[in-house]
């Protein structure tokens, strides 16, 4: 892969260990930054990212380019609360099978159970944790990633899991906390 800006790894097990995210999130941010009249091509540059990477929805990105990418965007944009306004406008259908999944489900429960046991085959540095009790609890992580590098991200996983969970149930469910 081209797109890390970092040190050249040195095996296999090293690649291994890069978290990898279907870069859907990317994709949006690229297409919120064109219509803003933003040029994207020196952004994409800066975080080590090319435009043929960001055309093509089958490429996998390094969720550290993401995390950089989701960063220079919200400054362009003056956005520093673009994983918010993300969340808000995007269709849900764009996650695919992680809408999907959770869409085909019999109650919301099901739906987080879902969630958080195909989650990483959106995103592999993000664990979603979910339990069940008096209330439903929806914890995320990070695995590979250091948490303190990263707000916009996910702060759209957040808001965007609250979104669908409403869409889901028709109802406007609201988070004790965040």
Do not use: W
Not at 133 to 155: A, F, K, M, W
């Amino acid at each position: 892969m081209s797109n890390e800006t970092s040190q050249p790894l040195n095996s296999e097990q090293d690649l291994a260990s890069i978290p990898m995210a279907g870069g859907g999130l990317s994709r949006l941010a690229i297409a919120r930054l064109k219509s803003a009249g933003v040029p994207v091509v020196p952004l994409l540059r800066r975080v080590g990212l090319t435009p043929e990477l960001i055309a093509n929805p089958e490429e996998r990105l390094i969720v550290r380019s993401q995390i950089k990418l989701l960063d220079e965007a919200a400054i362009a944009l003056q956005d520093d609360c673009l994983g918010f306004t993300l969340a808000r406008d995007f269709d849900p259908r764009a996650l695919g099978l992680l809408y999907y999944v959770m869409a085909s489900s019999q109650t919301l429960g099901d739906a987080l159970k879902r969630v958080a046991r195909y989650s990483q085959t959106t995103n592999e540095a993000l664990v979603v944790r979910y339990r069940e009790g008096n209330r439903l609890i929806i914890n995320l992580s990070y695995s590979g990633v250091p948490r303190h590098s990263d707000r916009h991200q996910i702060e759209f996983c957040m808001f965007a899991a609250l979104r669908i969970c409403r869409v889901l149930t028709g109802r406007n469910l609201v988070p004790q906390h965040f």
